[in-house]
């Protein structure tokens, strides 16, 4: 239960239908983002044309840009909507509920609920009370190839009961008016690996992901491929796609998948950082969604220390038959807006190779 729902019974990031609206909101830079939802009555709109430097630094905008607000203006303060567009660097897409969470950490910076699994739609509900002057932030971001429409509806704590009903039919009402292309989906590289068992697996990634060479026979029993982010110049961001073959006679229950994960995430720093020392540590581990509920599966979270930095580890494997399929990922610790849009473009990817296995290995 996340604090907004134990102060408040409303659904802090419910999505409901709503009457359409008979106003658009034209958005003429942006034509893909181009959209019809329920706008809450009793909001005059305002166009703006105020650019956004906040997240300058994240590296993860070429252009962001408040385009409408919308308010009372006997009240401003019990409900105000802006409406936001970005362009994005394809190298550097990142998942839509990263881009909210970026979001919140300027626009917020207190976590009151994140909702959104999807790739190219994700909310979170930020705020403030530290101030005097509590207040509710919801943030709904999607993605459209490689410009990103954003809604930011701000209200008072003290409103944001009444006021939550209308977001949840404005966001849940939202429908593009247009198809468009992606180009990002488009232009993802397919790969391929055959795992111990001779099984094949395949995986798209972007095409600035390049494969590396680690110069070094492969053990028979892991199948390996290791990929950099050569956009990235600081070289922080790099995947392993692993296959480990299961023991003659192993029970698929028995599987240590903390082990083969901190092993296999060991490799990746031999390969790529061999003369770094480095301390372990644990952060989180928990299992994913979309595999069928008896799949030994697991997903592990952790921060590696080293002498001058901190870098973030993830791994995610399963049990599939006689193999042990996953993938290992290193990348940039989110200390600051810098490293946290590395991060997030690693977090993509990483989505990328899980969506993959999820889809090979048995979506429940």
């Known amino acids: 239960m996340t604090m907004a729902q134990e102060t408040n019974p409303v659904e802090p990031l419910a999505r409901s239908k709503g009457r359409l609206s008979e106003r658009g909101l034209a958005l003429p830079d942006f034509p893909g983002l181009q959209f019809r939802t ?20 994240s590296g993860m905008f070429t252009e962001f840009r408040r385009l409408w607000l919308g308010y009372a203006p006997e009240d401003r303060d019990r409900l105000q909507i802006s409406v936001h567009a970005a362009r994005i660097p394809a190298e550097r ?26 790739r190219d739609f994700g909310e979170v509900m930020t705020g403030e009370d530290d101030s005097g002057f509590g207040r509710r932030t919801r943030i709904s971001v999607w993605r459209r190839g490689t410009d990103l429409l954003i809604i930011r509806a701000d209200t008072t704590l003290e409103d944001f009961e009444a006021q939550a009903p209308r977001l949840a039919a ?41 494969a590396f060479d680690p110069g070094k026979p492969q053990s028979a029993p892991i199948s390996a491929a290791i990929w950099l982010d050569r956009a990235d110049e600081g070289g922080n961001s790099a995947i392993g796609i692993f296959g480990v073959a299961v023991p003659e006679g192993a029970r ?44 030994v599966q697991a997903m592990f979270l952790d921060r590696l220390d080293l002498a001058e930095r901190k870098m973030g ?5 399963l049990v599939a038959g006689a193999d042990v399929p996953g993938f290992s990922s290193l990348t940039a610790y989110p200390v600051d807006q810098e490293a946290m849009g590395i991060m997030m473009h690693a977090n993509f990817v990483d989505r990328l190779v899980l969506d993959a296995l999820r889809s090979r290995f048995g979506q429940s």
């Open 170 to 210: 404005m966001v849940g009402s939202l429908e593009f008016r247009d198809p468009i292309a992606d180009p990002i989906a488009d232009g993802l590289v397919a790969h391929r690996i055959r795992l111990p068992s001779g099984a094949m697996f395949d995986y798209r990634l972007p095409p600035h992901w390049q």
């Open 38 to 57: 329920a706008l809450p009555e009793g909001l005059e709109w305002f166009e703006s044309a105020e650019t956004v430097g906040d997240f300058d630094e």
């Open 93 to 118: 897409v990142a998942l839509a509920p990263d881009y909210a969470r970026l979001l919140a950490r300027v626009w917020g910076p207190k976590n009151y609920g994140l909702y959104g699994d999807e």
């Open 252 to 295: 698929a229950a028995d599987a240590p998948l903390d082990q083969i994960a901190a092993t296999m995430s060991d490799l990746m720093m031999e390969n790529l950082l061999p003369e770094a020392e480095f301390k372990r540590q644990p952060m989180t581990n928990y299992r994913m969604k979309g595999f069928r509920p008896d799949t």
């Open 313 to 317: 580890a993830s791994g995610f494997f």
